[in-house]
C-alpha cells in the first residue's frame, strides 16, 4: 500500500526560531478512534507555538521531535475514527489539537472529536480558526475569570483589557461588551480606533503616561483587569483595581505566580489571578455561533501560504500582530 504524503512545517529541537522551522514531506496522520482527520484550510498562530519551540517546557514538551507546531485548525473532515459520531467526511468544521500535540501547519491534522465543532457554511475557515486558543481564551477569561454573564444578569462590571488589538484582546474587547461590560483597553496609537470599534468604551494609548499607568480617562476603578500584555508590575494594578478587584493575567510568569500566593494567603481583597486555558467544545460551539450570528468577529493581521510559514512565525515572534495571524495551507 502506498503511503499518502502531505506538506508540513516542523522542527527538530528546541530554539532556531523562523530559521528552526523545515518545510517537509511526511505521511498524512491517522485517526485515533476518537479523533478527526481534517484537510486544514486554515491555522492561526498564537504565540505558544514559538515559546513552546523556545523551550517554555523544557524538558518536557514537545515530548517528541520532529514536531509539526499549531493547534487552531478549520478545514474539512476527510475520515473519521471508529468512535466518532457526529462528524462525517465532507463536514466543514473549526477545530483545535492539543497545544502540546500540534499538527497544524500541515496539509491534513488530526483532532479529537470533542474539540471540533460543525462549522456553518457560510462561514470561512480563515473568519473562525482564532476562535480555538485566542477566542476560548477570551471567553474564559471574561466569563469564569472576571464573572460576566451575557444573558444581562450580574451587575455591570468595569473591565480593562490590556493588549486588546492582539489575538486574546481583540476577542475579550467584544466578548465582554456582549457580556455588558463597561470596558477600557489598551493597545498602540495605529490601533485605537480598530478598538474603539471593537466596542471598547475607553481607550487608552499604552505609550502615553496614563496608559503606561493604565489609568482610565473617566477615573473608573476597574473589576478585573484581564491582562494580556506582559511585564507590567503588580504597583500599576493596585491603584487601578476595585476594592475587590481582580487582575486576570494570561501569561502567568513566576513573579505573577508568586503574587497570587502571596495575596491569597494574607487575605487580600484583590487578587491576582493566573489563567490557563481549558478548552471545551461547547464554549467553541458558542463562540462560531455568535460570529454566525455577525455578533463576534475575528480581525485578520495577515494571510500567509504554507510555503510561507516562517514569515507567519517571525511575525508572531516580533509581537505586534493585530488580531489573528493565518496560515493557509
Ligand atoms: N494562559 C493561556 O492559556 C493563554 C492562551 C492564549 C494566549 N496566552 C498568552 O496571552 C498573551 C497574549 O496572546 P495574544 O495571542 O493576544 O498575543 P499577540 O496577538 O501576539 O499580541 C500582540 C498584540 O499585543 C499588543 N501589545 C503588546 N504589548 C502591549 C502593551 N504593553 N500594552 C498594550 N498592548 C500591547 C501589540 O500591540 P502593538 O503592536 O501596538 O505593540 C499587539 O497588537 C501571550 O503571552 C500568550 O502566550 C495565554
Known amino acids: 500500500m502506498t503511503t499518502l504524503l502531505m506538506n508540513a512545517v516542523q522542527y527538530s529541537g528546541y530554539g532556531g526560531g523562523p530559521d528552526g522551522l523545515q518545510h517537509v514531506k511526511v ?13 486544514v484550510e486554515a491555522t492561526s498562530l498564537n504565540p505558544v507555538d ?14 517528541n521531535f520532529p ?9 474539512e473532515v476527510t475520515e473519521v475514527g471508529p468512535k466518532v459520531e457526529n462528524f462525517k467526511a465532507g463536514d466543514k468544521v473549526v477545530a483545535m489539537s492539543n497545544v502540546l500535540k500540534g499538527g497544524g501547519l500541515a496539509e491534513f491534522a488530526v483532532t479529537k472529536e470533542n474539540l471540533t465543532v460543525a462549522r456553518p457554511p457560510e462561514l470561512s475557515a480563515v473568519e473562525v480558526v482564532g ?17 460576566i454573564k451575557f444573558d444581562g444578569s450580574g451587575k455591570k462590571a468595569n473591565i ?6 492582539g489575538g486574546v484582546g481583540h476577542y475579550a474587547v467584544q466578548l465582554a461588551k456582549l457580556g455588558n461590560a463597561h470596558v477600557t483597553a489598551t493597545c498602540g496609537t495605529r490601533n485605537i480606533q480598530l478598538v474603539k470599534s471593537l466596542g471598547a468604551d475607553e481607550v487608552l494609548d499604552y505609550n502615553t503616561p496614563d496608559g503606561a499607568a493604565l489609568r482610565s480617562p473617566s477615573g473608573q476603578k476597574y473589576d478585573a483587569i484581564i491582562h494580556c500584555a506582559m511585564g507590567i508590575p503588580w504597583s500599576i494594578f493596585e491603584p487601578n483595581l476595585s476594592p475587590n478587584g481582580k ?6 510568569g513566576p513573579s505573577a505566580l508568586v503574587s497570587f500566593a ?3 494567603i494574607t487575605f487580600c481583597k484583590k487578587q491576582l489571578l493566573p489563567l490557563m486555558l481549558i478548552p471545551k467544545g461547547e464554549n467553541l460551539h458558542y463562540l462560531v455561533n455568535l460570529v454566525k450570528e455577525g455578533k463576534l468577529k475575528t480581525v485578520i493581521d495577515s494571510k500567509y501560504p504554507l510555503g510561507k510559514a516562517r514569515d507567519a512565525w517571525a511575525k508572531s515572534i ?5 488580531g489573528k495571524i493565518i496560515v493557509e495551507p
Open 160 to 165: 480593562l483589557i490590556t493588549a486588546a488589538s
Open 247 to 252: 487582575v486576570i493575567d494570561v501569561t502567568p
Open 67 to 75: 514536531h509539526i507546531p499549531a493547534s487552531d485548525m478549520a478545514g
Open 262 to 264: 502571596l495575596k491569597k
Open 318 to 322: 516580533d509581537g505586534h500582530a493585530t
Open 50 to 63: 514559538w515559546k513552546l519551540q523556545n523551550g517554555l517546557l523544557r524538558p518536557f514538551l514537545p515530548r
Open 27 to 39: 505521511p498524512v496522520p491517522t485517526p485515533k478512534e476518537d479523533e478527526v482527520l481534517l484537510k
Open 131 to 147: 476562535l480555538s486558543i485566542a477566542g476560548l481564551t477570551a471567553h474564559q477569561a471574561v466569563t469564569q475569570a472576571a464573572g
